[in-house]
């Protein structure tokens, strides 16, 4: 005996592999024991692992979980025991956190220079629940920049790739890495607000500074502003809030500025220092000048 065909306007929604109710053009044909099958069909799609459920993952959410997995082992926490002056000149001990970018595998690690200014103890955190205790090797507080150094041993660190802020544009999308409020490895996201901006901190003006709506909160400072490719384009500085909580104006240091201290940072000689061996070469010159002039005179 045949088996009874489906009217053609039946159209049943079911989807193995993915989990999700998909069309099924009404021209299949389906016996009466395939029919039975479908609830067990249906079961399985839905209890399976499957890659394509309904439920998916955007594209844009798919870039900044994975730039967020790149990034995170780069960025540390920084906790800091501050000495702060009482009435009577004596040493108050207080604390504070921040963050901090690794730069070197050997290390090396960049944060902000009011995050360890008065700092005389300084403890990082890593990704893999290290706690390393750190040493100040420079700093630029024009900039507010400082250079920490870590013992590493055996276990090298991961550095992040660096990428160049002078490309970046007004609405690019921007991703922030942090330890806000000691809530290490945290995310934010944003785009890029403008670029050039010039801001006054205290007596300090810091210049040239990347504003972005990205959520930036007391204890993100040191921490990286990455772009979409998981590049650093800057380091969260700064924020701009009548309430010192995050109200979409944060700013960061970039890249292209950072780059230009870095060398002066790592091996801080004094600025007398620096003219020591033009001026021994240019009175080494003035000696071969003078005893080549008396040798003339005397030759004649």
């Known amino acids: 005996m045949e088996d ?10 079911v989807d193995i592999a993915g989990g999700c109710l998909q069309k099924v053009p009404d021209t299949m044909r389906f016996s009466k024991r395939m029919i039975g099958l479908i609830p067990v069909f249906v079961f399985l799609g839905f209890a399976g692992p499957g890659t394509d459920r309904c439920s998916a993952l955007t594209a844009e959410e798919k870039n900044t979980i994975s730039v967020y997995e790149r990034v995170a082992p780069s960025v540390v926490n920084i906790s800091t025991e501050v000495c702060d002056l009482d009435f009577f000149q ?22 902000s220079y009011h995050v360890v200014a008065q700092a005389r103890d300084i403890q990082v955190t890593l990704s893999d629940d290290r706690h390393l205790k750190a040493r100040i090797v420079g700093t630029n507080p024009e900039e507010d920049l400082a250079l920490l150094k870590v013992d590493v041993g055996q276990r090298p660190l991961t550095p992040i790739v660096n990428g160049d802020s002078r490309q970046l544009r007004v609405g690019e999308k921007v991703l922030a890495v942090g330890n806000p409020f000691g809530l290490g ?40 502003l990455v772009n979409s490719r998981g590049e650093m384009v800057g380091m969260n500085t700064a924020i701009l809030s009548p309430t010192g909580m995050s109200a979409g104006i944060g700013f960061a240091v970039p890249t292209h500025q ?17 003219w020591i061996l033009p001026a021994l070469f240019g009175y080494w010159v003035f000696r071969r000048i003078t005893r080549l002039g008396r040798r003339e005179q005397h030759d004649l």
């Open 4 to 13: 009874r065909q489906l009217p053609r306007s039946f159209v049943p929604f």
């Open 90 to 111: 004596c040493a108050v001990p207080g604390a504070g956190t921040g963050s901090g970018i690794v730069l070197k595998e050997d290390g090396l690690i960049l944060t």
């Open 185 to 224: 490895q945290t995310l934010t996201t944003g785009t890029v607000s403008m670029v050039g901006r010039d801001v006054r901190s205290g007596r300090l003006i810091l210049r040239d500074l990347i504003q972005t709506d990205a959520s930036i909160n007391p204890g993100s400072s040191g921490g990286v």
């Open 258 to 274: 950072i780059d230009k201290e870095l060398s002066a940072m790592r091996y801080p000689w004094p600025p007398w220092a620096r």
